[in-house]
């Protein structure tokens, strides 16, 4: 008769619990994000009144410290024209459309 093999409890939880972050350091970082996120919304919001006429539904990629953005018809055009000017840089894409987004929110 074959011998079964002894059963291994069952861990329960996190698979690294020391990675786990305190609610400050999430809150931080959640704060920058949205900082970054109001900074490129607010150079979109500038610039797409005047692109809306003959480039709607195209892609802006904004680089927010220097306030330059590219613009293209593709996605993957628009950000490797930012990523060539800006390799380090932290980018932020968006449609030229109503909303800045693909679909409705």
Request: glycine content about 4%; some cysteine.
């Amino acid at each position: 008769m074959p011998q079964s093999l002894p059963k291994s409890p069952h861990s329960r939880g996190r698979v690294f619990p020391q990675y786990n972050l305190p609610p400050e350091e999430l809150a931080r970082r959640q704060a920058e994000i949205d900082a970054f996120g109001m900074r490129c919304k607010l150079v979109w919001q500038k610039v797409c009144p005047q692109l809306m006429k003959d480039h709607y539904n195209w892609f802006i990629t904004i680089e927010p410290e220097s306030e330059n953005y590219f613009v293209d018809a593709a996605f993957r055009s628009a950000y490797q024209k930012a990523r060539n000017q800006y390799p380090h840089a932290q980018l932020a894409t968006f449609r030229i459309n109503e909303t800045g987004t693909c679909g409705s929110i």
